[in-house]
């Protein structure tokens, strides 16, 4: 890991491994990759995506089955029986002594505990757990943001601030915030026009007369106000 850049966080090491296997996406590219390609082995092994590399990046076996890999495709990608997620200080095993996702969940361990014992972002949203509840075990938004839509993470109570990092402004308006919520986060009039809101929708956002004339919009509600008198 260390000829990734020591000071690098556990993402950004990852985007790293992805990229320097040509995976110009980064991680977030190579989970979809790995999630569909569970009858296909060899599409992985063709992307530099072995078990060692896959291990690395987070994929213990356990987790592989969880997505779909049979035993012959784990083989085929050099997995071997005796690679099970470390329990470290986690004391609830299953009756093969492994640590279950579900079981790592419901005794209530956090984002720390249930990332050592070998399970990504990505598990636990292909086992069924929402965004809301991730996010109340201490994964944190960039972590989310892999694997949950924008809806989902609104739902979660995250605001569009912190999402327009993650996400485009079209995500973000097809996830359900409104043009005042475009404004107050600091989109320009014409960002918002680009994104199709209404003008009328745009002229109620709290933007100022100058930014509107600047626009065409302030002259527009000035000749209807005149046609109404």
């Known amino acids: 890991m260390e000829m990734y850049g020591k000071d690098a966080t556990p993402e950004e090491m990852r985007d790293r491994i992805c990229r320097s296997k040509g995976i110009?996406?980064?991680?977030?590219?190579?989970?979809?990759?790995?999630?569909?390609?569970?009858?296909?082995?060899?599409?992985?092994?063709?992307?530099?995506?072995?078990?060692?590399?896959?291990?690395?990046l987070g994929y213990t076996m356990q987790g592989m089955k969880a997505l779909g890999y049979s035993d012959a495709s784990l083989g085929v990608l050099g997995y071997i029986e005796q690679d099970t997620p470390s329990s470290q200080t986690i004391s609830t095993e299953d009756s093969k002594g492994e640590v279950g996702l579900q079981e790592l969940i419901e005794s209530g361990q956090n984002a720390g505990k249930i990332q050592s014992a070998g399970y990504t972002i990505h598990h636990c949203k292909a086992a069924g757990y929402e965004a809301r509840e991730m996010a109340g075990l201490g994964f944190e938004?960039?972590?989310?943001?892999?694997?949950?839509?924008?809806?989902?993470?609104?739902?979660?109570?995250?605001?569009?601030?912190?999402?327009?990092?993650?996400?485009?402004?079209?995500?973000?308006?097809?996830?359900?915030?409104?043009?005042?919520?475009?404004?107050?986060?600091?989109?320009?009039?014409?960002?918002?026009?680009?994104?199709?809101?209404?003008?009328?929708?745009?002229?109620?956002?709290?933007?100022s007369n100058n930014e509107l004339a600047q626009e065409g919009l302030m002259r527009q509600t000035v000749d209807r106000v005149r046609g109404s008198i």
């Open 24 to 56: 110009l996406g980064g991680f977030r590219t190579a989970h979809n990759i790995i999630a569909r390609s569970t009858k296909d082995p060899q599409k992985l092994m063709k992307k530099g995506l072995d078990a060692e590399t896959l291990q690395t």
């Open 141 to 207: 938004l960039h972590q989310l943001a892999q694997v949950y839509s924008p809806s989902h993470l609104r739902s979660a109570g995250f605001g569009i601030i912190e999402l327009k990092t993650h996400f485009d402004g079209a995500e973000l308006r097809g996830s359900g915030f409104t043009s005042k919520d475009f404004k107050n986060a600091g989109y320009t009039v014409r960002e918002l026009l680009n994104l199709g809101f209404p003008e009328n929708h745009v002229r109620t956002a709290g933007y």
